[in-house]
């Protein structure tokens, strides 16, 4: 037979038998990559044929591929060295497939009774997906501020897309976040941006069937804040002390670029930008002599916007230094003499003085006249009491210090007085002491029966008595400050062995006559007693 009429008359049967035998093919489309092989699967195994011919449409012509017989593979010229067909099952192998491949591919299986099986499926060649890139409409945003348009194109065939932010994916709301997608793009518009939104990183993803690439993956700088703004400490004491290492530190939450600062004093700038504004800082400038307000903004330049932290207010003091009480330099005679004593010191701000005499808080009387500030205090006249330590206490509120000062008042001597044994037996030692209060100690002259004796100490001593002894004696204790002198007398007796008087009852006797007394007392009272419960008590009707 011809072999162009062999063609013409397989062409007219696949024409013919084009409806018939369905289920030869799997559905389609079936893709391919540019490039690649691709095969077309039957779905037929061992069939008994006199020919199986692969016939392609592109939608204009019809194109003979490959015939198999039992004559063997016949290969169209177009397909030489592409094409491959498996006489078993009928399976079409098409290599380095080009666009132009795309099309509708037939197969049909001529039994030698004429009998003829047909089907078809639809080749779809693919272009790589590569190339996908992000581009942004601006190259930085501002938070609230700004719309950020990212567009994401890519090459390749019947493109998807996907967005993601980090492992998360982008869903648009059509509201604040749409996406807009065509065959090569996707446009992802977001209204309003927040910081959070292009953390990131963004990847946007194109992908067919057969193959996925993605972008690299991308940032987009969001300008924000600054938010909250506060000051630390928040709540300073209200007085500072001027000598301590006391600072204010001013903070944003966040700020994108880092917020630059600026400190005001009740509201006037103090032209100091820096986050930390030092104790030092504002003394320089001549602040904190009393109770205001601070405060600090924070300032973005890129969001332009600014924010003011709550205000701090305080007042710097010095501390005391040099506390000092000073006091009378002439000699101060009880009862003659007025005492001034002032309390001072060489720098800080006193607010309050307190007084205490050996560690007792004084007030004032007759005698002890306070100024109105408490840094004086009079004593007039000084009495032999006023003598001792005063403590002046000097308080502010960062500070305290106290000063001491040890008054002295002279006086006396008082009135003098003589112990020791009024009467003794001779031989036994006999000491009389004269006691005397007085500042400065007193001197003491001793005489006997009115004569003076040698004795200049307190004590006068007798270390043997003898009847010669017995006498009066004479204490004389002068004061060579006061001016002032007293005197005590004191009588002794000395007798023989065995000759000295008792002094009274002893111990005993008196004793016994307490414990007699007791016991007539409680007869008495038992007698009563008894006779009230003898006597009958009459009716008064």
């Known amino acids: 037979m011809n072999l162009f009429g062999l063609k013409s008359l397989l062409f007219l049967l ?58 063997g593979l016949k290969v169209n010229a177009p397909y030489a060295g592409r094409v491959a067909l498996n006489q078993t099952n009928g399976c079409l192998s098409l290599s380095s497939v080009t666009l132009e491949d795309s099309g509708d591919y037939g ?79 996707s446009t992802l518009t977001i209204a309003g941006v927040l910081r959070t ?22 940032n987009l700088t969001v300008y924000y804040g600054p938010d909250a703004v506060s000051i630390s400490p928040p709540n300073p004491a209200q007085f500072i002390r001027s000598d301590s290492d006391f600072n204010l530190t001013c903070s944003a939450v966040s700020s994108s670029p880092p917020a630059t600062f600026n400190w005001y004093h009740s509201q006037q700038t103090m032209d100091v930008t820096e986050p930390v504004l030092t104790l030092q800082a504002i003394k320089a400038r001549g ?64 607010t309050s003085r307190t007084w205490l005499k ?19 205090l009079t004593i007039n006249p000084v009495q032999k009491d006023d003598l001792g330590e005063y403590t002046c206490q000097l308080v502010n509120p960062v ?8 008054l002295l008042v002279n006086f006396g001597p008082e009135e003098a007085k003589v112990s020791g044994k009024n009467k003794v037996e001779v031989n036994q030692p006999v000491t009389f002491t004269c006691s005397v209060e007085s500042v400065p100690p007193a001197n003491f002259t001793w005489r006997f029966n009115g004569t003076v004796t040698g004795v200049k100490t307190p004590q006068y001593v007798i270390d043997s008595a003898a009847v010669a002894n017995a ?19 004191f009588t002794l007796s000395v007798y023989d062995k065995g000759t000295m008087p008792s002094d009274g009852l002893s111990d005993g006797a008196i004793a016994g006559i307490v414990i007699a007394i007791l016991i007539a007392v409680g007869i008495a009272l038992a007698l009563t007693l008894y006779c009230r419960q003898k006597v009958p008590v009459e009716s008064p009707y």
């Not at 489309?29 to 699967?41: E, H």
């Not at 348009?149 to 509201?175: E, H, M, Q, R, Y």
């Not at 808080?361 to 500030?373: I, K, Y």
């Not at 500070?399 to 040890?406: G, H």
């Open 14 to 71: 696949c024409a013919l038998g084009c409806c018939v035998g369905q289920g030869i093919l799997p559905h389609g489309p079936l893709d391919a990559i540019v490039g690649r092989n691709v095969t077309f699967t039957t779905l037929v195994s061992n069939p008994v044929y006199a020919f199986i011919i692969w016939n392609f449409n592109n939608g204009e012509d019809q194109v003979h591929v490959a015939t198999v017989s039992q004559g």
């Open 107 to 185: 197969i049909s299986i001529i039994s030698s009774d004429g009998d003829t099986k047909t089907g078809d499926i639809k080749l779809r060649v693919l272009k790589p997906v590569s190339d996908v890139v992000i581009t942004p409409n601006l190259p930085t945003a501002i938070e609230y501020n700004s719309t950020v348009v990212l567009n994401c194109s890519a090459k390749g065939s019947l493109l998807t897309f996907t967005w993601t932010n980090g492992s998360s994916p982008i869903v648009a709301d059509d509201k604040r976040l749409t996406l807009k997608t065509d065959a090569t793009s």
């Open 197 to 218: 939104d292009l953390v990131g990183p963004i990847i946007c993803t194109a992908a067919n069937k057969l193959q996925t690439s993605r972008s690299s993956p991308f």
């Open 287 to 350: 602040l904190g002599k009393q109770v205001e307000n601070y405060t600090c903004t924070a300032s973005n330049v890129k969001t332009l916007r600014a924010i003011s932290s709550p205000a701090v207010s305080f007042a710097v003091m010095d501390p005391i230094l040099g506390a000092v009480v000073s006091g009378p330099t002439a000699t101060l005679i009880a009862g003659n003499s007025t005492a001034n004593l002032s309390c001072q010191a060489a720098a800080g701000n006193v």
């Open 358 to 376: 050996q560690g007792k808080p004084l007030t004032a009387s007759a005698r002890l006249v306070f100024s109105s500030d408490m840094s004086s």
């Open 399 to 406: 500070s305290e210090a106290k000063a001491t000062y040890k």
């Open 471 to 489: 006498g009066i004696y004479t204490c004389e204790a002068y004061n060579s400050v006061t001016g002032k002198n007293t005197t005590g007398s």
